[in-house]
């Protein structure tokens, strides 16, 4: 496990190629000025919140793939949260309407 060298997560692991994250870990990934969160629900997917089309539209928050969240940039795992729920309801928890 590498560490993640950004700012302000130096309680975080880089995922290697073909590692699979813990159910409901927090991911985070570089984007440019910011870094990208989401959670892992198992079976290679994750669900976050895409952003807004053109600067003004609002989207849905979205499932995934690692490969789709990624953008070809580095995936770590952060250990610093503060989860409310436990690992075994946070993945059905999101999948609630």
Not at 32 to 57: A, D, E
Not at 77 to 97: H, L, M, W
Request: hydrophobic residues 35%; charged residues 25%.
């Amino acid at each position: 496990m590498m560490k993640f060298s950004r700012a302000g997560l130096a309680n975080a692991w880089v995922l290697q190629d073909g590692e699979e994250p813990p159910p409901a870990a927090h991911l985070v990934t570089p984007r440019r000025g910011y870094l990208h969160h989401g959670l892992y629900v198992g079976h290679g997917r994750i669900i976050h919140y895409p952003g807004l089309i053109g600067g003004f539209q609002r989207r849905a928050v979205e499932e995934v793939s690692l490969t789709q969240f990624a953008r070809g940039r580095p995936v770590a795992v952060r250990t610093d949260s503060n989860p409310r729920f436990d690992r075994d309801s946070s993945s059905p928890r999101t999948r609630q309407t």
